[in-house]
Every structure is written in C-alpha cells, then in structure tokens.
C-alpha cells in the first residue's frame, strides 16, 4: 500500500506541470515578428470632392506662399511739377505666378508720356513672374510709376499672403 501514495503523488505532480506549461498563459503574447515575406498594399480610397479640395489647399499651403487670385490696389505719386497721379495695380496670381497685369493712371488709360513709356514696357517684365522674384527698377524711364508700381506689388502681396 505505500505504493498509492507515491503513485498520487506523482499523478499530481504530472497533472500540475501539464497544466503550467501547457494551457496557454494570462498574459498577452508578443506579437510575431515580421517575416521576410510580409507585403505592404496600397489601398486606394474613393475621394469625395470635397476632400479633394481640402487635400489640394493641403498641397497648395505648403508650396505657395500666396492665394491664387485676382488683387488691386491703388498707390499715389506726384510729379516734379507737383501734379498728383494714382495708379491703379490689378495683378492675377497662379501658384504664385503673375498671369495678368493690368496699370490704369487716375482711373483711365496712359495720361502721360512716362505712363506710356511705362505701359509698353511693364507686361514683358511682369508677367510670368514669381511675385517674390519681382521688384522693378525705372521702367521705361518711368521711375515714379515704377516706385509707385512697386508699392502696389507690396500691398498685394500681403493681401494674397496665405
């Protein structure tokens, strides 16, 4: 009979250590390892229009430093003889490039021989432009206008400033 004794005691010690090491544990595992053969794949996603948008202003605010638009300002000047002139500045932007000019002095076309000169000259110097690469100097031997000029250019880029 001291047989049993050895034998339950040796069923119990079997049973407990399966029990540990077999049934799985209470914590949480590690997460396997990437293999070699695990693959990444793209999922592309319907956009709504909406989000497209939102993506292109993303897109937009991190390459330009102004809004594409349309801007006019007006700046003042006088002559030599004291007359007092305005210039009207419209300037179109596209990722902030100048794709359109327009100048009008005291809100009609070229009134002066400077105003002409400055007219036949300014287009060529303006547009295609980076408006931060622009700064004219006395165009067409206009140096008021083109002082003038360069005050609208200022004023419309804080206005176009994102």
């Given at each position: 009979m001291p047989l049993i004794p050895i034998v339950l005691i040796i069923g119990v010690v079997v049973i407990a250590g399966f029990v540990f090491f077999m049934l799985p544990s209470r914590q949480s595992p590690e997460p396997p390892a990437p293999s070699a053969a695990t693959t990444v794949t793209d999922v592309a996603l319907p956009l709504t229009p909406s989000l497209e948008r939102r993506i292109?202003?993303?897109?937009?605010?991190?390459t330009n430093t102004?809004?594409?638009?349309?801007?006019?300002?007006?700046?003042?000047?006088?002559?030599?003889?004291?007359?007092?002139?305005?210039?009207?500045?419209?300037?179109?932007?596209?990722?902030?490039?100048?794709?359109?000019?327009?100048?009008?002095?005291?809100?009609?076309?070229?009134?002066?021989?400077?105003?002409?000169?400055?007219?036949?000259?300014?287009?060529?110097?303006?547009?295609?432009?980076e408006m931060d690469d622009l700064d004219l100097s006395r165009v067409g031997g206009a140096s008021l206008t083109t002082t003038a000029f360069n005050e609208t250019l200022a004023d419309i880029a804080s206005d176009a400033s994102l």
């Open positions: 292109e202003d993303v897109v937009l605010l991190q102004y809004r594409n638009g349309t801007y006019t300002t007006h700046a003042s000047y006088y002559t030599p003889k004291r007359q007092k002139h305005v210039i009207s500045v419209t300037l179109s932007l596209q990722d902030d490039v100048i794709t359109a000019a327009d100048v009008q002095y005291d809100s009609a076309a070229a009134k002066t021989p400077s105003h002409t000169r400055f007219d036949g000259a300014y287009e060529s110097l303006v547009l295609g432009v």
